[in-house]
Structure formats: structure tokens, C-alpha cells
């Protein structure tokens, strides 16, 4: 699937990965949400991903890996 892949990019780009354990989680629901709303603002990224708990990036560099995916080509 070319647009998870870059989904995936964006987010090893970012450093969104650490250990990895929440990233498919997180990864799958960048998709769904991005498929719902192709432009969400930083709150709507929040709370797509709310589903899911990190334990090691604190959420910022996901939410700036999903920020990169808006707008631009997917
Ligand atoms: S990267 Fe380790 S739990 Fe999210």
C-alpha cells in the first residue's frame, strides 16, 4: 500500500519510532484518520491517535510525522 508506506517513512523521518511497540497502532490509525480527514488540524491528529498509548516519544514527533503528510502529496 503506497500511501501506508509513506505513512511509515514519515514516521522513521520524524523519529515518531522508538522501541515500536505502539507503532503499528499508530500507523494504521495515521491511515484511518487521514483517510477520514485528509487535512486535520494538530488537535484532530491528537485525538486520531488517542487510541494508542507510547510509552517512549511523548506523542510529538507522531503528531509532527502526520503534520508532514498534510497538504502535501501522500
Ligand atoms: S515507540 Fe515505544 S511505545 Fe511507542
Redesign the pocket.
Known sequence: DPELAKIQKAFVDHGA???????PG?ILATCALLRENPNPTEAQIRRGLSGN?????GYQAMVDAVESLIGGER
Open positions: 519510532v522508538q522501541c515500536g511497540f505502539c507503532s499508530m498509548l507510547c510509552r517512549c516519544t
